[in-house]
C-alpha cells in the first residue's frame, strides 16, 4: 500500500476538508462503539454500518445507517462503498480480513483501515504466526506444529505434562484448549483434528507450552511504519464467574489493566509491536490497521499468545471510552502513513464493560427476547450501551438476535467507580435469560487493594 496518497477528502479551497462517508464491516457491540465514536468526528457526515444490528440504524436521514450486504460479501461491500461515496472502510472482524476484503477495496481505490489478506495471517494462522515470531525474536511460547494427527500424538508422547492445544485457524475466539495432562491433550487433539469441532481451523494445530502468569491484551494503531499502543486492557473469556466454564468471545473488559505499567507498556512496544511492524514491512507486507497482541506476563517478560489484526471486543468498547480525541483523525492518519503521538490522547479514570449474554451461550440459546430498560441504563452518568446481537421488529421493538446481546460500559474516576457505573446500568436492563458474569474487573481491583 503507497503510504503517500492523496488527501481522502481534495478540496479546491486549501485546508477545509469535506466531511466524511465512513463504512464500519460488521454486526457487534464493538462495531456499534466504533460507528459511535466515528459518528462524533465533525469531519465525518455519515457511518454505514454493514450489516449492522438493532442499534447501529437511526433511520435514513440518520448519522448513522446499516446497509443490508454481510460482512463476508467481499464483492458486495465493494459494491456498496462505490455507491455510497465511502472515503474509508474500516474492518471490525476478522473474516473478512481472511477473506481479503482489504486487498478488494484498495484495488478499487478505496482507502481502509485493515491490513491486507497476507499479513492477517497473523490471526488466521496460528503457525503462520508462530514462524513468523520465530523468524523475527519476537518473544513467544514454544510450540510445535502439526498437521498430522498421529504424528501430534507422538510428539505428546514424548513431551508429557500441561499443553496448550490451539487451532491454528480462525476459530471465533474459541480454538483454545488447556490441557492438564497429556490424556486431555489427546482428547483435545481428536476433537480438533478427526471430530472438526472447529471445521476448517482445526486441520493445523499447535502444542504450545503451558505459561504461567497473567494475562494481558495491548492494542496498538499501526500505520504501516510505526505502531501506538493504547492502555492495556484485560478480557474475560470464561463464561462464568471465577473463570469457570467455556470459553466465549469475551463477557466483559476493562482498562487500562494495572498489571501492565509504563515501564512493561514501554517493553512490550519495543519488544513486539515495533519487531512486528518492522518484520510485516521487510516481508514486504506493509501492516495498517490495529495490531493486538494478547499477552501472558511471565517472570521472563511479556510473551504473545496470540495477535488480532483487528479491534478486540469487548475491549473495544472500554477503550473508548477512555479515547479522548477524534477517532477518524486517527484512521485518517494511519492510512495516510503519517500516525505520529500527536494523534493519540487518553482520559485519566478508567473504563469497565459488562456483556449482558442470552442464557446458553457459548451453547445453544434463544432468540427473539424482547429488551427493555436501554434508556435507563444510558441514563447512568458515564454509561454507554453498545448493541452486540439485537435486532429491530416491524414496529421498532428491540430484540435479541444473538449470543452477546448488548455490551454495558461504565466509566469513571478509577475502576472501581467504573465497575459500579457499570453494573448499575447493567441491572436496569432486562430480557428473558439475561447472562451476566458478576466479577469483571475483581483481578485488578484486588491487585490496588
Known amino acids: 500500500m503507497s503510504h503517500n496518497r492523496p488527501p481522502l477528502h481534495p478540496d479546491p479551497n486549501p485546508g477545509v476538508a469535506h466531511p466524511a462517508q465512513i463504512l464500519v464491516v460488521g454486526s457487534g457491540g ?16 455519515r457511518v454505514f454500518v454493514a450489516p449492522g444490528n438493532g442499534g447501529t440504524d437511526d433511520g435514513p436521514d440518520a448519522r448513522i445507517q446499516n446497509l443490508a450486504v454481510d460482512a463476508t460479501d467481499v464483492p458486495g461491500l465493494v459494491l456498496a462503498a462505490q455507491e455510497n461515496d465511502v ?3 474500516l474492518v471490525g472482524p476478522e473474516a473478512p480480513l481472511s477473506m481479503g476484503l482489504c486487498d478488494a ?3 478499487a481505490d478505496i482507502p481502509v483501515f485493515g491490513p491486507r489478506r497476507v499479513a492477517a495471517q497473523l490471526e488466521c494462522s496460528k503457525a503462520f504466526a508462530k514462524q513468523f515470531m520465530q523468524r523475527h525474536g519476537i518473544p513467544t511460547a514454544a510450540a510445535a506444529v502439526f498437521d498430522d494427527l498421529d504424528e501430534a500424538k507422538a510428539w505428546l508422547a514424548e513431551h508429557p505434562g500441561r499443553v496448550v492445544v490451539k487451532a491454528s485457524g480462525l476459530a471465533a475466539g474459541k480454538g ?40 494481558v491484551s495491548v492494542l496498538a494503531f499501526c500505520d504501516g511504519r510505526t505502531a501506538l499502543p493504547m492502555p492495556p486492557a484485560q478480557d474475560h473469556k470464561r463464561a462464568f464467574e471465577g473463570d469457570r466454564g467455556p470459553n466465549t468471545g469475551g463477557m466483559g473488559a476493562y482498562a ?5 505499567d509504563a515501564e512493561g507498556l514501554r517493553r512490550v512496544h519495543h519488544e513486539i509491536l515495533l519487531p512486528v511492524i518492522r518484520g510485516m514491512r521487510e516481508e514486504a507486507y506493509p501492516y495498517v490497521g490495529i495490531l493486538y497482541a494478547g499477552l501472558m506476563l511471565t517472570a521472563d517478560g511479556p510473551r504473545v499468545l496470540e495477535f488480532n489484526c483487528r479491534f478486540g471486543d469487548p475491549e473495544t468498547e472500554a477503550l473508548l471510552a477512555l479515547h479522548d480525541g477524534d477517532l477518524y483523525d486517527v484512521l485518517d492518519a494511519c492510512v495516510r502513513g503519517r500516525l505520529s503521538t500527536d494523534d493519540l490522547r487518553w482520559k485519566s479514570g478508567a473504563a469497565a464493560t459488562v456483556v449482558l449474554a442470552s442464557a446458553g451461550y457459548p451453547g445453544a440459546y434463544a432468540k427473539g427476547q424482547p429488551i427493555s430498560g436501554i434508556e435507563d441504563a444510558e441514563a447512568e452518568a458515564g454509561v454507554t450501551v453498545d448493541h452486540a446481537g439485537t435486532r429491530r421488529d416491524a414496529d421498532g421493538r428491540c430484540l435479541s438476535a444473538g449470543g452477546r446481546v448488548l455490551a454495558v460500559t461504565g466509566y469513571g474516576d478509577d475502576l472501581q467507580d467504573a465497575i459500579a457505573r457499570a453494573y448499575r446500568a447493567a441491572d436496569a436492563i432486562h430480557f428473558e435469560g439475561k447472562h451476566a458474569r458478576r466479577d469483571i474487573g475483581a483481578r485488578a481491583l484486588g491487585r490496588t487493594r
Not at 492438564?180 to 504450545?208: K, N, Y
Open 30 to 45: 464493538r462495531e456499534h462503539a466504533l460507528a459511535r465514536a466515528l459518528a462524533a468526528s465533525p469531519k465525518v457526515a
Open 87 to 89: 472515503d474509508l472502510v
Open 105 to 107: 477495496l484498495l484495488a
Open 176 to 215: 483454545v484448549i488447556m490441557a492438564e495432562d497429556s490424556e486431555q491433550a489427546a482428547a483435545a487433539l481428536d476433537r480438533m483434528m478427526r471430530d472438526r469441532i472447529f471445521g476448517e481451523a482445526g486441520e493445523t494445530v499447535l502444542l504450545e507450552e503451558w505459561l504461567e502468569g497473567e494475562e
Open 256 to 260: 487500562p489493566a494495572p498489571c501492565l
